[in-house]
């Protein structure tokens, strides 16, 4: 199986319900193991500002699933959840982003990993920095590349999520 890292995030309805929903789809199963997860960052809208504050967060687990499959479950997820699309950046009521599949490289239309914008954002970078600090991608350290956000504002609004914190 191989390391795979998950941003996800909400800005509609029950943010933190919608992320542990999400969460708990994602790692039902097999197929996608559960590693970590960081805390729940409040966190100003990307790309678009004129919409509701998001909550995001960064998960890592492990895969025997192909890149393209992985991202299938993705949007089945995002699906499952309610997420329907609108225009891009807008308001979404959940995202799930694959971030990196181990140290693959990949550059297709539909899918690049590592993601295209992860180190252009600090709601992925500094969440990811928490579980994975001295993760390298594409030559890059994470850790290092989190602290250029230290001074924007993103509190914590709940602690990391679980299975176990999954509700029944």
């Known amino acids: 199986m191989i390391e795979v890292g998950f941003s996800l995030g909400s800005n509609v309805g029950d943010k933190l319900g919608n992320l542990e929903r999400a ?13 970590a997860c960081s805390s729940f960052y409040r966190t100003a809208p990307w790309g678009y500002a004129a919409q509701d504050w998001f909550v995001n967060l960064c998960a890592v687990g ?50 690049a990993i590592p993601h295209r914008e992860l180190f252009n954002r600090g709601f992925v ?24 956000f230290a001074g924007e504002p993103m509190p914590v609004v709940a602690p990391p999520w679980t299975p176990q914190s999954a509700p029944d």
């Open 62 to 111: 492990r895969t025997d699933l192909a890149p393209d499959a992985l991202l299938a479950r993705c949007k089945a997820v995002e699906a499952a959840v309610g997420r329907e699309k609108t225009f891009r950046w807008g308001p979404r009521i959940i995202d799930v982003d694959i971030l990196y599949y181990g140290t693959d490289e990949i550059e297709e239309p539909d899918l």
């Open 125 to 148: 970078l500094v969440p990811l920095a928490e579980i994975r600090p001295d993760l390298i991608l594409s030559g890059r350290d994470v850790g290092a590349e989190a602290r250029r």
């Open 23 to 35: 969460l708990t789809l994602l790692f039902d199963g097999p197929t996608v193991s559960f590693g």
